[in-house]
Structures are given as structure tokens and as C-alpha cells.
């Protein structure tokens, strides 16, 4: 078993981490974690994962109070999953940041 772990700054002042983790047998990815973190009021938060524990691939959204959206994502395998789940965090990370940054301002 293969496994790939790393982290990506999705900004330029390397506040935004994505962190990478996944699992892969044979070009087969068997479990994955792909999350977004952001430094809001010097303090590290998780704001978005997704992640197949539970064994299903799943989106969470992490609330400021503690509380979690789980929402599931239907693909043919985790490989498609795990592409998807990298891209909309790439592409939607600022949208995420500042509705997640709006909750913990309105806390």
C-alpha cells in the first residue's frame, strides 16, 4: 500500500493549508482526507474536509461552534472522489473561508 501525504498552500501568505492524505493500492485510492484550513484571528481552523471515514466519501463543513455539516458525494470510485474533492477545494477555498470567517464573526 502506497501512501500520500502533503500539504498545499492555496494562498500566498500561507494562511490557507490544504492538507492531503490518502491511501492507494494498485492506482486504486482506498481512503482519503482532504482538508481545508485557514488562520482566522490567529488561530488555526478547519473549515471544510472531505474524507471517507465512516466508509462512504463525504463532505463535512465545519462550523465555528463546533458543529458539522455531513453531506455525501456520490462517485463510481474514491479515485473520482478524491480528484473532486481536491478540485473544489482549490477552486472554492476563498467562498469557504469568508462564510466560515462571517459565523465565527457573528458568534
Known sequence: MQEIEYIFFLSSEMKDP?????????????????????L???EWRPVVRYDTAHGFAHKDILHPDGTVDKQPIYFESYNL???????????????????????FDND
Do not use: C, M, N, P
Not at 22 to 31: M, P, S, T, V
Not at 82 to 103: I, V
Open 81 to 103: 472522489a478524491f480528484t473532486y474533492a481536491t478540485l473544489d477545494l482549490k477552486r472554492f477555498w476563498k467562498e469557504y473561508r469568508e462564510k466560515h470567517k462571517k459565523e
Open 18 to 38: 490544504l492538507r492531503v492524505s490518502a491511501q492507494k493500492e494498485r492506482g486504486e485510492i482506498l481512503e482519503f482526507t482532504v482538508q481545508y484550513e485557514a
Open 40 to 42: 482566522i484571528r490567529h
